[in-house]
């Protein structure tokens, strides 16, 4: 039987010996346009079984996070949500979870900062929708200037 030339993930096993840091050794070569991408966004998703990590090659110091929460939302929200971020290059988005709590739970990841004209049209289409949720959040991640190499 021939084995299967299937790769989807690639996994390697380290010494836990310090849980407070853990080093990757992760070449970006093999993505498309490599050198054309300055910079990483780094999503970490943590739970108390898990850690999931993913990477994203982007062009900017800075893009926008979009949190949402809430218990009892309309359900003509989510349509208006995605109506939304349709206009918008999306990077990363996390689907809509369900905490212990109940709660729903939303998070989307756009490759927009807050100086460009676009996101002031961001935020007026997500004032409009700020009484269907609990909490809307926009944040601002940045480039962390302590890791770049001078």
Same mark, same amino acid.
């Given at each position: ?15 836990? !010996?310090?849980?407070? *840091?853990?080093?990757?050794? @992760?070449? #970006? =070569?093999? +993505?498309?346009?490599?050198? &054309?991408?300055?910079? %990483? ?40 949500? !995605?109506?939304?971020? *349709?206009?918008?290059?999306? @990077?990363? #988005? =996390?689907? +809509?979870?369900?905490?212990? &709590?109940?709660?729903? %739970? ?45």
């Amino acid at each position: 039987m021939k084995p299967i030339k299937c790769l989807l993930t690639e996994a390697n096993i380290q010494n836990n !010996s310090d849980p407070t *840091k853990i080093s990757f050794n @992760i070449s #970006t =070569s093999k +993505l498309k346009g490599s050198r &054309e991408w300055p910079y %990483l966004l780094i999503i970490k998703s943590t739970t108390e079984h898990f850690i999931k990590i993913t990477l994203y090659p982007i062009k900017k110091e800075k893009i926008l996070k979009i949190s949402l929460s809430g218990v009892n939302m309309p359900d003509d929200a989510f349509l208006y949500i !995605s109506k939304t971020f *349709k206009n918008y290059d999306i @990077i990363h #988005t =996390s689907g +809509l979870c369900i905490d212990t &709590e109940n709660q729903l %739970l939303y998070e989307c990841y756009l490759n927009l900062n807050l100086s460009e004209k676009r996101s002031e049209l961001l935020k007026n289409s997500l004032n409009k929708i700020r009484n269907m949720f609990k909490d809307v959040m926009i944040e601002e991640i940045v480039l962390n200037k302590s890791e770049v190499k001078k």
